[in-house]
C-alpha cells in the first residue's frame, strides 16, 4: 500500500520548471564575472581618447600665497635708528597658461588612442561570444552527463537482472560457476561505472557554476529530431577567410600590433624638440613698510631642445621595436588558432552529421544484437560473457548518439564564433531544439 501511496503522491506534485538555454544565458550576463571584467577593462580602455585629446589642450592653473612675516632686525641703515622689528602680510597670486604647440609624441598617442579604443571594444565583443560558446557548452555537458548517468543506470539494471538469473540458473545446475562470476563482474563494473557517471555530472555542473555562481541543475533537454544543415556557405576556404577578417580577437591583436608599431616612433620623439605657449599674469602685494605693490603680464614661447640623455631614447626606441615584433608574432598566432578553429569546427559539423545517422542506426543494432544474444543465453548457444558484452556495446552506442548531437550544436556555434558572427540570435534558434516544459 505503501508504494502505491508514494506513487500517487510523485504524480501529485508538480514537476521542478527547467530552465532553457536562453534563461541560462541572461543568467550568465548578469553573474559571470568574466564578461563583468571585461566590460570594465573596456570601459577603461574608453578613456585613454578623452586623456590624449586633453594633452593637446591648454592647461591653466592659479596659484598664490598668504604668507605673515616677523622681522626682528638689529641693525639698520636709516641714520639715527639702531634697529627695526617689522610685522607684515605678502599676498602672491599667479594665473599659468600652458598651450602646447609642438610635441610629437601627443599626436602619435591620440593616434594610438584609436587603437587602445577599438582593441578594448574587439576585446569585449569576443568575451561576449565567447560567453555565449562557454555557456552553451557548459549546458550541453551538463545534458550529457545526464544522459551517460541515466545510460549507466539502465546497464547496471540490466546486469543485476542477469546476474540474478545466472544465480538462480546456477543453483539448479543449468549454467556453471563462471557465468555467475562475469555477470557479478559486470555488475561490479556497471556500478563503478555509475558512480564515476554521477562524478562527472557534479564537474558539469559545477562548471556551470563557475558561469553562474548558482546553479540547480534542472534544465530542458535536447529534443530527439533536431534539424541537422551542413555550414552555410558550404566552402570551408570561406569560412575560413571570413575569420581571418571579422574575427574579433585578430582584430584586437592588429589593433595591438598597430599600437607597438607607433610606440616606435612614439619613443623617437624623445629626440624632437618641443614648443609651447605659456602666460603668466598675476599681482604682488604687501603691506610692509617701504614694500612694492604690482601686477604683472607675460606671454611667450618655451623651447626645449633634448641633447643628451645617456642613451634613454636610443635605448627605448629598441625596446620598442622588439614590443611591435613579439606583437607581430601574436597576431601570426591568433590567425593560426583561429585557422584551425575553423577547420576543427567546420568538419565537427560536417562529421556529427554523418554520425547521428550512423549511430542511430548502430543503437538500433546493437539493441537487435543484444536480443539475440540473451535468445542465445537462454538456449546455451551464448555465454554470459557474451551478453555482458553486447550490453556494454548497447549502452556505449547510446551515449556516442547522445554526444554527437551535442557536439554538433557546440560545433556550430564555435563555427560562427571563429567567424566573428556569433549573436544572441544563433542561441535562441538552438533554444527551439529544445524540449518544452
Known sequence: MKRYAFIILGFALPKAHAQDLLTTYAQALQRDPVIHQAESTRNAALESKPQSIAQLLPTISINGILRRSYLDSKTTFIPGQSGAFLNYWDNFVN???????????????????????????????????????????????????????????????????????????????????????????????????????????????????????????NISGLSKDIPLKPPEPTDMEVWNQRAQEDNLLIIAAKNQAEQAKKAIELQFAGHLPTLDLVGLAGFNDTNRQYGTRSEFETVGVTINVPIFQGGMVNSKVRQARELFSASQENLDAQRRNTINQVKTAYRGVI?????????????????????????????????????????????????????????????SLSLKQAAGILMREDLEAVNHWLEKN
Open 95 to 217: 594665473l599659468n597658461l600652458t598651450q602646447p604647440l609642438y610635441h610629437h609624441e601627443l599626436w602619435v598617442q591620440l593616434s594610438q588612442a584609436d587603437n587602445q579604443v577599438a582593441q578594448a571594444e574587439a576585446q569585449f565583443e569576443a568575451a561576449d561570444q565567447n560567453l555565449i560558446l562557454r555557456t552553451a557548452t557548459a549546458y550541453f555537458n551538463i545534458l550529457y552527463a545526464q544522459d551517460s548517468l541515466e545510460f549507466a543506470k539502465m546497464e547496471l539494471q540490466s546486469i543485476e537482472r542477469q546476474l540474478d538469473q545466472a544465480k538462480a540458473r546456477f543453483e539448479v545446475g543449468l549454467i556453471a560457476i563462471t557465468d555467475v562470476d562475469a555477470a557479478q563482474a559486470g555488475f561490479d563494473q556497471a556500478r563503478a561505472s555509475v558512480i564515476k557517471t554521477e562524478n562527472d555530472l557534479e564537474n558539469a555542473k559545477e562548471s556551470m557554476r563557475v558561469i553562474l555562481g548558482q546553479f540547480d541543475g
Open 351 to 411: 562529421t556529427s552529421i554523418s554520425q547521428v545517422g550512423a549511430l542511430k542506426s548502430a543503437v538500433a543494432s546493437a539493441q537487435s544484437a543484444l536480443d539475440a544474444t540473451e535468445a542465445g543465453l537462454d538456449v546455451g548457444t551464448r555465454t554470459m560473457i557474451d551478453v555482458l558484452i553486447q550490453q556494454r556495446n548497447l549502452y556505449q552506442v547510446k551515449r556516442d548518439y547522445a554526444k554527437t548531437r551535442y557536439d554538433y550544436v557546440t560545433n
